[in-house]
Structure formats: C-alpha cells, structure tokens
C-alpha cells in the first residue's frame, strides 16, 4: 500500500492593515467570495453571520470543470489575531489544511497562506502527481495570486469597500 503523496503551497503578501483588521476580514467566510475568482462559483452555505472559533464547520460549494463539489470544513485552531487553521471534512481532496497566519511587519500584516494538501486517495500515485503539476498547482497558484489581488485592491485605503468589509474592527 502505497502513502498518499503530499503537496504544499504558500504564499505571503504585505498589508498595509494592523494584524486584526486583516484577521477581521479573512476570518469571516461570508468575505471569501471577495477574494475569489468568479469562476469558482463559491456560494457559502453555512447560514451567515458565521462565527468563528475553533471547532466550527462551515459549508459551502465550488465549481471545477463545471461540476458543483460541497466542501465542508472545520476550523482545528483559532488564535485570533495571529492565525486559524481549516481542514477539509469532505470535499474534492484527501487532505486539505490550509493555515493562515497574521504577523505585524513594517508597520502592517505579513498574511501567510501554508496549504497541506493531497488529492483524491483513487488515484495512482504517479498519476496524482502527474495531475497536481499539470492541473491542480496551476489552478491553487492562480486562486492564490487572485486573493492577494482582489485584497490588495480592497485594502487600498482610498476605496469605500475599506470600511464596509472591516467596519468591526
């Protein structure tokens, strides 16, 4: 019996926000469909306000190559300002934890996404790793660049959406 193969993916972007605003916004999962390309097709389906904490589930759907996947996550640590982990329940991979983390740096937030992931167990080892090179690290690393985009643009102090999207903070 052969070991799942592990991926990892991460990606780091400067904020010009304190850690709890920047926090503020990506522990809210209504504000996920945001910073997510439109072809996704994210619907959250956990009834909103989410509340957030360590132990909460949160459902929602994707689209990929047309198809509408349930993804249900859990949220396995929650240290508000500094970080939160989800972990795939079910969803389209065999593992999925994915590790967000805060830190104050020059005078904003260094935003750290640590994603653990392994697609799904019925596929063959060489193929799977075949698959993530040509397919599903392309499509991770473009939904990546897209977030840090779209937050940038929303981060922007001169944009209303500023105070909309943190107005609790």
């Known amino acids: 019996m052969s070991r799942l193969p592990l991926f990892t993916l991460e990606y780091s972007q400067w904020l010009p926000l304190p850690p709890r605003r ?17 072809a996704l097709g994210f619907d959250l389906l ?15 759907t994707i689209r990929r190559l047309g198809i509408r996947l349930r993804w249900r996550t859990l949220i396995s640590d929650y240290r508000p300002p500094y970080g939160f982990v989800d ?40 193929l799977a790793r075949l698959v993530e090179r040509a397919y599903v690290r392309p499509q991770l690393e473009q939904i990546f660049l897209y977030r840090q985009q779209r937050f940038a643009e929303l981060a922007d102090a001169e944009k209303p959406l500023l105070f ?5 903070a």
Request: cysteine-free; aromatic content about 14%.
């Open 46 to 60: 956990t009834p909103s306000p989410v509340r957030m904490y360590r132990g909460a589930v949160i459902d929602y």
């Open 87 to 126: 972990e795939q329940l079910s969803g389209p991979y065999s593992l999925w934890r994915h590790e967000h983390q805060f830190h104050p740096e020059g005078g904003g937030t260094r935003m750290t996404d640590s994603v653990v992931y392994a697609l799904p167990n019925w596929l063959p080892d060489r």
């Open 164 to 168: 909309e999207v943190f107005q609790d």
């Open 22 to 38: 920047a926090f503020v916004f990506f522990e809210r999962p209504e504000n996920l469909s945001l910073v997510t390309p439109p």
